[in-house]
């Protein structure tokens, strides 16, 4: 029998029939190539028997375009399975960069900037040099990077932009780390900037100014998280970072429509429920992505 959850049915969607990631992924591929640059679909003899989504050769870039139905662990993706494929790509020198169908769907403007960052098509370059640096209040910060992150706003005790005149070209935030092992330090909540915009040297810059507020607070380092989801590359460490280790791979919920914080569903010890039970009453399921890359910068 096929696993199809509730809401899958309300909205009148087969997995047979209607397939969401056939439609999108062939979205996702027009729009590569509608940036002039050649792709193939569905490429096998790259990573041996798996087949790639998309792959630009000349860029060195794959794209993978991961349904929230075929791509949880209820359809045998485990903890290991998307990490390993971009494993396997970067042993030969491609990035994989992995979107998931509820971020093209919602988000699709900002994976459409991630991309062509990638691909090094962004349209417009701008030099953080000739930026000012400004603290931001709240509702800049909210504003900035529920449109240009694709993780929208979380709450910071800080957040830093570089502007240019009255522009805000790029941001940081910073907040208190979740574990009290990290008492000392600040953590990076969210760092991106503004679509289709390449601030070149922004980390660079952002990160000496967040530094001096860290210090001035009296914290004694920052620590980031870094999605290889994405395609993790050198950019942290030439900012400064020193890569500490390699964190176990992400995972959400999800009901096959949208993805729900790991948080969001958790052991009832009042009522003896395990997570997997209290998961299973609500008709989610996890699923996962890559590890998260862990660098300190020293302040």
């Given at each position: 029998?096929?696993?199809?959850?509730?809401?899958?049915?309300k909205?009148?969607?087969?997995?047979?029939?209607?397939p969401?990631?056939?439609?999108?992924?062939?979205?996702?591929?027009?729009?590569?190539?509608?940036l002039?640059?050649?792709?193939?679909?569905?490429?096998?003899?790259?990573?041996?028997?798996?087949?790639?989504?998309?792959?630009?050769?000349?860029?060195?870039?794959?794209?993978?375009?991961?349904?929230?139905?075929?791509?949880?662990?209820?359809?045998?993706?485990?903890?290991?399975?998307?990490?390993?494929?971009?494993?396997?790509?970067?042993?030969i020198?491609?990035?994989?960069?992995?979107?998931?169908?509820?971020?093209?769907?919602?988000?699709?403007?900002?994976?459409?900037?991630?991309?062509?960052?990638?691909?090094?098509?962004?349209s417009?370059?701008?030099?953080?040099?000739?930026?000012?640096?400004?603290?931001?209040?709240?509702?800049?910060?909210?504003?900035?990077?529920?449109?240009?992150?694709?993780?929208?706003?979380?709450?910071?005790?800080?957040?830093?932009?570089?502007?240019?005149?009255?522009?805000?070209?790029?941001?940081?935030?910073?907040?208190?780390?979740?574990?009290?092992?990290?008492?000392?330090?600040?953590?990076v909540?969210?760092?991106?900037?503004?679509?289709?915009?390449?601030?070149?040297?922004?980390?660079?810059?952002?990160?000496?100014?967040?530094?001096?507020?860290?210090?001035?607070?009296?914290?004694?380092?920052?620590?980031?998280?870094?999605?290889?989801?994405?395609?993790?590359?050198?950019?942290?460490?030439?900012?400064?970072?020193?890569?500490?280790?390699?964190?176990?791979?992400?995972?959400?919920?999800?009901?096959?429509?949208?993805?729900?914080?790991?948080?969001?569903?958790?052991?009832?010890?009042?009522?003896?429920l395990?997570?997997?039970?209290?998961?299973?009453?609500?008709?989610?399921?996890?699923?996962?992505?890559?590890?998260?890359?862990?660098?300190?910068?020293?302040?």
């Open positions: 029998v096929e696993k199809v959850s509730l809401l899958f049915a909205n009148d969607r087969c997995p047979n029939c209607c969401t990631g056939s439609h999108a992924q062939h979205d996702v591929a027009n729009f590569v190539q509608s002039g640059v050649g792709r193939g679909r569905n490429v096998k003899g790259i990573i041996g028997r798996q087949e790639l989504d998309i792959y630009i050769p000349t860029k060195k870039l794959a794209i993978e375009y991961n349904s929230l139905y075929w791509h949880n662990v209820a359809a045998g993706k485990d903890h290991a399975y998307h990490q390993g494929k971009s494993d396997k790509c970067s042993s020198g491609i990035t994989l960069f992995h979107v998931f169908e509820d971020e093209w769907r919602d988000k699709r403007s900002i994976v459409e900037s991630m991309i062509k960052h990638r691909l090094g098509m962004t417009r370059k701008i030099a953080a040099r000739k930026c000012s640096i400004k603290k931001l209040n709240v509702a800049e910060r909210q504003a900035f990077f529920n449109a240009n992150h694709i993780d929208g706003d979380t709450n910071a005790k800080l957040a830093i932009g570089l502007f240019l005149d009255d522009e805000l070209a790029a941001a940081i935030s910073l907040r208190v780390p979740f574990h009290k092992k990290h008492a000392t330090s600040l953590e909540a969210r760092m991106c900037g503004k679509l289709d915009t390449n601030v070149q040297g922004s980390l660079s810059r952002l990160t000496r100014a967040a530094a001096n507020e860290a210090r001035t607070l009296g914290y004694k380092s920052m620590l980031t998280y870094v999605d290889a989801r994405f395609g993790a590359s050198g950019t942290w460490t030439s900012a400064g970072w020193i890569h500490v280790s390699d964190m176990p791979s992400r995972f959400w919920w999800t009901d096959d429509i949208s993805r729900f914080n790991r948080f969001k569903y958790k052991a009832d010890s009042k009522n003896g395990t997570e997997e039970q209290v998961a299973s009453s609500a008709g989610v399921v996890k699923i996962f992505g890559c590890k998260n890359l862990c660098y300190r910068f020293d302040c």
